[in-house]
């Protein structure tokens, strides 16, 4: 199957939706189900994957709380900034010292030439993520989500996602919530628009629950 193109415009989702609906009919139901599915992108760079990092294992509300701290204290947020902004600004923010750590290495990343955000965004997927993950600090779920938002990867579905094990549960009557290993060789028949799968997934969560829980 062709790749599908990069996701850019509310357009495009809608083109992956109705492929989905095509090659999948248990889809047709959770697409009624979810309503509209956002677009979500991000301008690329560091600042976009800080958010995504401080969005780690906190509920939406937190996040955004520590991320308003923090970009008010740190403005703008580039990685040298950040840096200089030392733990006395972020601990102010209420960054954990996991967090702390996780984005001083992807700063230094960065400023040394070992993390290039923009080109990580033009490259292919796999390969992405292995630059990414490859810095200390980065895991899978995050190199995932800041392809799909940042770079509008048709085809990255972050299987390690509880909300998207959890939706996928709901959405097809499963007996308990899959793991993450079951859920990508489910999200395989997806492709090329596994992208778009998970921006439905959590429209159907969403929808579901009555919250919002996409990373983004």
Do not use: N
């Not at 992108?41 to 800080?50: H, I, N, Q, V, Y």
């Not at 390969?127 to 895991?139: L, N, W």
């Not at 969560?205 to 983004?216: L, M, S």
Request: aromatic share 6%; net charge neutral.
């Amino acid at each position: 199957m062709p790749a599908a193109a990069a996701i850019e415009t509310p357009a495009d989702i809608a083109r992956g939706l109705a492929s989905l609906r095509a090659a999948d009919p248990r889809l047709a139901a959770v697409i009624d189900a979810a309503g509209e599915v956002p677009l979500r992108r991000s301008e690329p760079g560091f600042a976009g994957l800080a958010s995504i990092v401080v969005a780690q294992q906190v509920s939406r509300q937190s996040a955004a709380a520590i991320w308003g701290r923090l970009t008010a204290l740190i403005d703008p947020l580039e990685p040298e900034s950040f840096i200089a902004g030392g733990e006395a600004a972020w601990r102010e923010a209420g960054l954990s010292r996991p967090k702390q750590r996780a984005l001083v290495a992807v700063g230094e990343a960065v400023l040394d030439g070992r993390l290039d955000l923009d080109r990580i965004c033009r490259i292919d997927g796999a390969a992405a993520v292995a630059e990414m993950t490859a810095v200390r600090g980065i895991g899978l779920w995050t190199a995932e989500v800041y392809l799909l938002f940042a770079a509008g990867h048709p085809d990255i579905f972050p299987a390690g996602d509880v909300a998207l094990q959890a939706a996928v549960a709901d959405a097809f009557a499963l007996e308990a919530r899959p793991g993450e290993r079951e859920l990508r060789v489910l999200a395989e028949s997806w492709a090329p628009w596994r992208g778009v799968a998970a921006r439905l997934f959590w429209a159907f969560y969403a929808a579901r629950r009555g919250r919002v829980v996409a990373p983004q």
